[in-house]
């Protein structure tokens, strides 16, 4: 266990020179709700916690920021790291929701991390058929993977999950396959993409079908990852950033054990995490492989 203990995910920031065309994308196509708009930026939620994406006017530029929620108190984890030589800013107005944040600098990429032990409730209630259920993972580039694998196992208490080769590398929060992934680039950085949750494969094709009538075509998938053996498809945002969505991701019930809830689509059983082959069953268990994804 590292320094502080992330517990989830809890939001991603984007910086878009036009604020009205995504959230309109987010609204009307992902079925989010927009909670709160106010001159710090645009926030949308899945569900009950206050926010899951912030957007905010800027050059075009995903991932600006990353929120995570602790299971501990903030004055604690900020002594912590403190004591472990990482300065730390506590600021009250991040915006709605996060009336108390911690912002430390990522190493090598400098985005701000926010930590928080909680959100405010979003306050939207009932169901609705398409809404993905949680933002999932937030995967990035880096230039160096040890050290961006080490301050997240480390320090922010990170569980490594699986790695492909020696450039993409998979960590858990909580009991999901994956809350954060790297892939080592020397020609890439910034964001690799953002994936959002759904129920079910039903679900999951519902949303598809209402992503063809907005006329966003997937430009990958579905298929089914080896690593977090998820089902995945991939669109581009009215921006050009790449959005999964998945369903029926890897998760660990019990930490002790550390293998996987066994699946019938595994390797192997039980499924421990491991260092995959570079090869087609790793990206695409069900082909093809899809080229752009292994460029790093
Ligand atoms: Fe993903």
Redesign the pocket.
Known sequence: MGTVNVSKLGYVGFETPDVERLVEYYTTVLDFVLVEGDDRGAFLTTGSDHHCVVVTRGDAKARQVVGYELWEDLDSAEQRLKNAGYVTERRSDIGPGTPDVLVLEEPMTGVALHLATSQDPSGVQGFTPLRPTKL??V?AYTPELATMQSFYQDLLGFRWSDTVGDFFVFMRCNADH?AA?FMASQKYSGM????YEMRSPDHLISMLDHLAKHDYRLHWGPGR?GP?H?L?T?HRDPDGNVV?L?TQIDVVVDEAKGHWEPRPWHEEFPMYPRTWEVDLATVNQWGPIDPPSLDH
């Open positions: 999932g993972h995967a994956h992934n690799h993409h953002v994936a990852h977090g998820n995945f991939y999964e998945f």
